[in-house]
Structure formats: structure tokens, C-alpha cells
């Protein structure tokens, strides 16, 4: 959430309004969000309608690749204007969702959804150095993949991928019956998930609803579906599985299920490695790296099986309190029910991948019945899945955001907050990294004033590292010298008219999860403009509060995807 102002008390018992109350009326969405949602007319009773909405728009957000102008969510969910507007305010307002102009574009605080659910899997944690480390020795993609009703879904890719094919992201969801993972986790299908692949490839025999993947030329027939068999039932005798070019030309994979410890032995993920048909065929792929792939899967297996379960993190604090203070605030923009319904998927996380309801409203300080209700939805939705006493976060809340986001960049994630610093101190505003050789900076991202007489930097620009602020912020973090001591121990460097004539900077530092300095926020600007003591009183508690920001967002998006720094 974000930064939180403590409010009194959330006014309970304010009346519901007319998007509040029931589950939505027949028509109420079109058929392609009924379609995304699984609500196509069968909500039950007691869920939560808001909620519901709120997820389609999230979902037709990530569907079209994190950005939407409001008339084309309009269009996409079915919804009127006016509700939109409201979901959308109350999204942005819990961080989730950012605007610009009329545009709507998912944020990465969004991931903190995602992440939920993958520290509570706990396998991406476990399994993915054993992966990244197959690549590396391989120099080819190797991804994990869950099973997620009759698809797959990337919960890790490690990507070699050159130029020549598409590479998924985590998060994207293929049809099971065109990757090498699917028949694998199809030999523990039951008739009733045999019953839906075949009813879902009746209704979609194109693979449309499948965006990740391109659509198919052609319309399966009943030997399709026969060799879809016939693959799963060599897969469960292998104990491996090929995809020779069923996603697109050239692309070929190779499986092997990762099993979990204990007596049922079921699949927990299938590792697979991708290649292209320039480097191997299908047949290659067999001969010459299923045993490395399978000796990495012996090593996922051992880790499983070897690591202790993690002590149960920290619950999410007083978000209920937080819901009630913005509706205060927000009054009528803001839509209590959704927010709340939301806070419940930030329950679950890691050492906390199974709670009772009892659990659940404890974690979010909703009441018994407002969680009952948002997880009787979300059971609705398939995004949370009951077992025994207990719910637990399904793969589909990878849906909600994860695979546009995963591939944001930092340059991205500061933009919109340097526009906010920018807007705020009246200065030009940027990000820096060093170069590879240490020698120089490059700036990365830039927001501007329209003044005229503003600092000539663009994106792209390169300074001597030693004469910049950001050059000196981000050369503290690792060298020795007497002149950065005192930047290390301030936490900021100012440089003023050392580098040019009448020009002052100053910067502060942007560290990664693990503590390190990847790149450094600045200002620079006429020396006119502000004494070097104006600008520690005024811009650097500025500064320092963006570079807080970005560092969250920042430190969300990286906790399981590589977050490039430029
Ligand atoms: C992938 O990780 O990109 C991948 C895995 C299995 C496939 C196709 C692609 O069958």
C-alpha cells in the first residue's frame, strides 16, 4: 500500500452504492470480459461485484499489454464510463494504476499481487538459480512452468533468446496441448480436466483467448487431439517432452516435470529448455541436453526436498484502516469494496501459502464476512483456490498484471515519479547509471522544465562520472576514495560548478534489494537559481523522497524478474 496515513476509524456501514451492492446484472460486461472474469452469469450470490469489475479492468489492462485509454476499457469491459472512472481512481489510488492524460497504464506496485502468490508457491525462490545457472551453462532459454487448468503458465524464464523467436514472459499462459511442459502435467489430468481442455478447444479452437501465442492457421480436427493424447501418454513414460515447433516455426523445447517431495510425488513445475532450429532439432535437443536438463531437475528435486520451510513473513498491516481513510478522502470516487477485496490476495506470501478465513481477516483487518465474501469471489474467478479449511492463491493472479510489468525497465519505473519531482522542485529532473567501464555516466531518464534556459542533457548523454553528482553518488558505493567518503556518509553529493560554469547538482542514491547503488537520481540546475545551501534545505528532502519511491517500486517489480537498470 501506499506510504499510509493513519486514519480514525474506516466508516463502517457506509451505504453501498448501486456498484456495490450484488453480483452484476446479466449484461452488465461484455462477453470477452465474462470470458476473462469466468463470470458468465454464474457469480454466485455473495460475491463481491466491485471486486469483480475491478479484476476485469485489470485484467483487460494486461491483456492489451498494461496500457489502455478510459474509452477503450470502456469498450473492452463492457462497463459504463462512470464505473471505469471509479475502479480506475481507486486502482491508482492503492498504487496499482497510474494516469497520464486519458490514459490508463498498470504500475508496478501491481506486482506486489503477483508476488503473493509466487513467495507463497516458493518454487521461483528455490528452483530459479538452479535454472539461471542451466542457461548459463547451456547459452539457451530455460523457463519454469505450473499447470494452470488446461494451460501452462511461466512462473521463471532464464532468456538466452536471440532476435530469431518470441520469448514468453512470467505470467503468460499457453495452451497446454502446444508447449513441452503440457503433457507432462496432462498425465495427471482427471476426466473432468480432460473434459474442459476439450470443451475449451471447441470454443476456442483458434488459441484467441491465448494472447501469448500466435493464433493458429489452421482449425484442429479430432487427430489433434488425438496426438495431444499420445504425447501425454509418452511423456508419463519418458519422463520427458518435446515441442517441436507447435508454437511457431523454429521454436523448439524440450521438458522435464520437477516432482515434489513426499509420497504423491506430484508435478510442482516442469523445467524446460528452449531452443531454435538454427542451433538444434528436436532431435539434438534429446541426444545432447536432456541430461543436463535432467541433472539440473535432480538438484531442483534435492533443494525441495533439503530446504526447511520459511518462517511465515510479516502479514500486510492495517490496510483496512488505509481502505477507510481513502474513503474518507476520495468519498464516492473510491470504492471501498474493491480495495478491500483486493488486500485479501496480499495476505497470502511467503510462509503463509495456506489460511483459513480466520487467518485471512486477521492478516487484513477486514471483517470475517467482507473476507468471506471477497474469497467466495475469488473462488469464483479461479484466482484462489480452497483446500479443506484453508484457500490458497491459484497461477491465474499471474494474470493480473505480471507479464507486461515483468519486463519493465528502472528508466520506466522512475519516469513517471521524475515527472512527479519535476512538477514539484520546477528543475529538471534525471536518472544516471555508470557506464560499464566505471569512467562515465549515462543518463536514462529525463523529466524537464519548460524553461528555457534548462541544462542541455538528454537521455543518452555521457559525463565524467567523477565530475557529476550522479557520477559521485554512484562511485561512493564502491570505491575507496577520500573525496567520496563524505558522499557515502551524507548520502548525497553536490557538485557545484566544478563540471561547468554556473552549473549546480546535486544526487541522491537508488539502491537494488540487495543494497547496492545502480543508479542515482538528480537535479541540476542554474547556479542562479539556487544557493549550494538552498539546494540540501529545499531539493535534497525532495529527492530523497522520490528515490524512496522509485526504490520501492523498483525493489517490487525486481523480487522476481531481472529489472534492467538501463
Ligand atoms: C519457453 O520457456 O519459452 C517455452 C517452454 C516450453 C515450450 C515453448 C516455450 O514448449
Not at 176 to 201: C, I, M, N, S, V
Not at 536 to 558: G, K, S
Request: hydrophobic letters at 40%; proline letters at 8%.
Amino acid at each position: 500500500m501506499p506510504a499510509k496515513p493513519m486514519p480514525e476509524t474506516p466508516p463502517e456501514g457506509s451505504a453501498p452504492t448501486a456498484d456495490e451492492k450484488g453480483p452484476p446484472a446479466e449484461g452488465a460486461m461484455t462477453a470477452r470480459a465474462a470470458a476473462l472474469t469466468g463470470t458468465g452469469g454464474s457469480a454466485p450470490a455473495e460475491a463481491v461485484a466491485p471486486l469483480i469489475r475491478g479484476i476485469a479492468v485489470l485484467r483487460e489492462l494486461t491483456e492489451a499489454n498494461g496500457t489502455l485509454s478510459l474509452s477503450g476499457l470502456e469498450r473492452a469491459t463492457g462497463l459504463a464510463r462512470s464505473t471505469v472512472d471509479r475502479i480506475t481512481t481507486t486502482l491508482a489510488r492503492m498504487g496499482y494504476v497510474r494516469f497520464d492524460g486519458r490514459d490508463v497504464h498498470l504500475s508496478p506496485r501491481l506486482m506486489e499481487l503477483g508476488n503473493a502468490y509466487l513467495s507463497a508457491l516458493r518454487l521461483p525462490a528455490l528452483l530459479s538459480p538452479h535454472a539461471d545457472a542451466l542457461a548459463d551453462e547451456l547459452d539457451e532459454s530455460v523457463s519454469l512452468a505450473v499447470a494452470d487448468q488446461d494451460g501452462i503458465r511461466f512462473i521463471h524464464q532464464a532468456t538466452r533468446r536471440r532476435a530469431m523467436s518470441l520469448s514468453f514472459r512470467i505470467g503468460d499462459l499457453l495452451p497446454a496441448e502446444r508447449t513441452a511442459p503440457g503433457p507432462l502435467f496432462a498425465a495427471e489430468w482427471t476426466t473432468a480436466d480432460w473434459q474442459r481442455w476439450r470443451d475449451r478447444r471447441a470454443a476456442d479452437p483458434r488459441d484467441l483467448s491465448f494472447t501469448a501465442v500466435p493464433p493458429r492457421t489452421h482449425r484442429p480436427d479430432a487427430r489433434d487431439d488425438d496426438t495431444f493424447v499420445s504425447r501425454t501418454e509418452e511423456a508419463s513414460a519418458n519422463g520427458w517432452s518435446l515441442d517441436d515447433q507447435l508454437i511457431e516455426p523454429g521454436l523448439v523445447a524440450i521438458s522435464v516435470p520437477v516432482r515434489s517431495p513426499g509420497p504423491d510425488g506430484r508435478i510442482a513445475s516442469v523445467a524446460s529448455v528452449v531452443s531454435h532450429t538454427s542451433r538444434h532439432t528436436a532431435h539434438t535437443l534429446r541426444t545432447a541436453l536432456l541430461p543436463r536438463l535432467r541433472s539440473t531437475v535432480e538438484a531442483m528435486e534435492r533443494e525441495l526436498r533439503d530446504t526447511p520451510p520459511p518462517e511465515p513473513g510479516p502479514p500486510p498491516s492495517d490496510l483496512a484502516l488505509w481502505t477507510g481513510a481513502s474513503k474518507q478522502q476520495l468519498g464516492r470516487e473510491f470504492i471501498e469494496s474493491l480495495a478491500r477485496g483486493l488486500t485479501v490476495l496480499t495476505a497470502f506470501g511467503e510462509g503463509r501459502p495456506e489460511l483459513t478465513l480466520t487467518e485471512v481477516a486477521r492478516a487484513t483487518g477486514l471483517a470475517r464476512a467482507t473476507a468471506r465474501r471477497a474469497l467466495i469471489t475469488y473462488e469464483h474467478l479461479g484466482l484462489v483456490a480452497p483446500a479443506g479449511r484453508t484457500f490458497a492463491l491459484t497461477p491465474r493472479v499471474l494474470s493480473l498484471g505480471f507479464p507486461p510489468l515483468s519486463r519493465t525497465t528502472l528508466p520506466e519505473i522512475a519516469q513517471p515519479h521524475l515527472a512527479d519531482l519535476t512538477s514539484r522542485i520546477h528543475e529538471s529532473t534525471s536518472l544516471a547509471v555508470l557506464s560499464d567501464s566505471g569512467e562515465e555516466i549515462q543518463y536514462t531518464a529525463r523529466a524537464t522544465t519548460a524553461r528555457v534556459m534548462s541544462v542541455n542533457i538528454t537521455v543518452g548523454t555521457s559525463l565524467p562520472a567523477h565530475a557529476t553528482a550522479p557520477g559521485r553518488v554512484l562511485l561512493a558505493d564502491t570505491r575507496e576514495e577520500g573525496t567520496l567518503a563524505s558522499v557515502r556518509s551524507q548520502g548525497y553529493a553536490l557538485v557545484d560548478e566544478e563540471l561547468e560554469e554556473g552549473l549546480r547538482s546535486i544526487a541522491v542514491p537508488i539502491r537494488d534489494r540487495s543494497g547496492r547503488v545502480v543508479a542515482a537520481l538528480n537535479t541540476a540546475l542554474h547556479a542562479s537559481r539556487r544557493t549550494p545551501r538552498e539546494c540540501v534545505t529545499d531539493l535534497l528532502p525532495e529527492l530523497t523522497a522520490t528515490a524512496m519511491r522509485i526504490q520501492t517500486d523498483f525493489h517490487t517489480a525486481a523480487r522476481f524478474t531481472h529489472v534492467a537498470a538501463s
